[in-house]
């Protein structure tokens, strides 16, 4: 039973299409290029105070993680 139980863990981790689930990195990546472009595309047709606090925060975010997956 217990080489049983191994077997079927390490064929599901090791599975081709595992990750099916996650996006790719260059997928990801261009996903966050695009929603930086929208923001900004936002912000150069006007905002408010707080629509501009808010665009910034969330330029904040994308940006870190564009530095994190975009190589």
């Given at each position: 039973?217990?080489?049983?139980a191994?077997?079927?863990?390490?064929?599901?981790?090791?599975?081709?299409?595992?990750?099916?689930s996650?996006?790719?990195?260059?997928a990801?990546?261009?996903e966050?290029?695009?929603?930086?472009?929208?923001?900004?595309?936002?912000?150069?047709?006007?905002?408010?105070?707080?629509?501009?606090?808010?665009?910034?925060?969330?330029?904040?975010?994308?940006?870190?993680?564009?530095r994190?997956?975009?190589?």
């Amino acid at each position: 039973m217990n080489r049983l139980a191994w077997t079927i863990i390490f064929t599901l981790l090791l599975a081709p299409g595992a990750d099916a689930s996650r996006k790719s990195d260059a997928a990801a990546c261009a996903e966050v290029k695009e929603k930086i472009r929208t923001i900004e595309s936002r912000m150069r047709a006007g905002y408010t105070r707080a629509q501009g606090e808010r665009y910034e925060e969330r330029l904040r975010e994308l940006r870190a993680k564009r530095r994190e997956i975009c190589r």
